[in-house]
């Protein structure tokens, strides 16, 4: 599992040089009390766009895990487009990762893989101020589920000349567990103040239903955050 943490730790470092922005979140949900990093990077081309974002939790009394990484989890899709009036890209997908139990000699549990495949459209106003993107996904989980779905909405609105943003995303996806039903919804809204092109303060809510145990969280963070 060392080996696992120290991949993730290089990765992100090597990444981190040309990822599009990296934010650190002090997250203030309860029994959490940790902070996070986000690498993330949305490049788009000619044949359209790739995207990803690596996070990591460091250390977390509640789960006591005291020095180090308590999880780490990254996702990365490619979108494909043919020309330049496409409407309605295909794309795919995957994501995974690991996380620490709560006990001092608990394991470590990998985040299954999975896979998903599907199509997304876009909608953005003349000077790309208001973005939305959704997407329906196939949605493979490997030892839970063969034929599940996500449906995906991501969504950006830059306004007050730039100076705030609120963005984020909202996931609504099937996958058996043994709490709560198996129909499982993340969202997590940011909102931000930009200093300038490159420097940001803002905060996050994740808002999790049958997510984090069966009942509806409400988890804030406040964070800084550098673009490049």
């Excluded at 909202?170 to 039903?181: C, I, P, Q, V």
Aim: proline share 3%; charged share 20%; aromatic share 18%.
């Amino acid at each position: 599992m060392k080996k696992i943490l120290l991949l993730f730790s290089i990765f992100a470092m090597v990444v981190s040089a040309n990822a599009q922005n990296i934010q650190l979140h002090y997250d203030l949900g309860k029994d959490r009390k940790f902070f996070t990093t986000t690498v993330e990077m949305f490049k788009p081309d000619k044949y359209g766009s790739t995207f990803f974002f690596i996070d990591m939790d460091y250390s977390s009394d509640a789960r006591n895990v005291d020095n180090g990484i308590s999880l780490a989890y990254w996702e990365i899709a490619r979108a494909f487009k043919w020309n330049e009036n496409q409407k309605i890209m295909p794309r795919v997908e995957y994501n995974g990762g690991v996380f620490k139990l709560d006990g001092e000699d608990a394991p470590w549990i990998a985040i299954e893989n999975c896979w998903l495949a599907g199509v997304e459209r876009t909608w953005a106003s003349a000077d790309f101020s208001k973005i939305l993107t959704l997407q329906a996904n196939y949605k493979y989980i490997k030892g839970k589920e063969d034929a599940s779905f996500q449906l995906t909405a991501v969504w950006t609105v830059n306004f007050l000349k730039n100076k705030m943003s609120f963005l984020g995303f909202a996931d609504f996806w099937k996958e058996e567990m043994f709490w709560g039903t198996n129909y499982r919804f993340l969202a997590e809204p940011q909102v931000w103040y930009n200093f300038n092109p490159h420097f940001s303060v803002g905060s996050e809510i994740e808002l999790g239903n049958n997510f984090i145990g069966k009942e509806f969280n409400i988890c804030p963070t406040i964070a800084v955050k550098a673009t490049f």
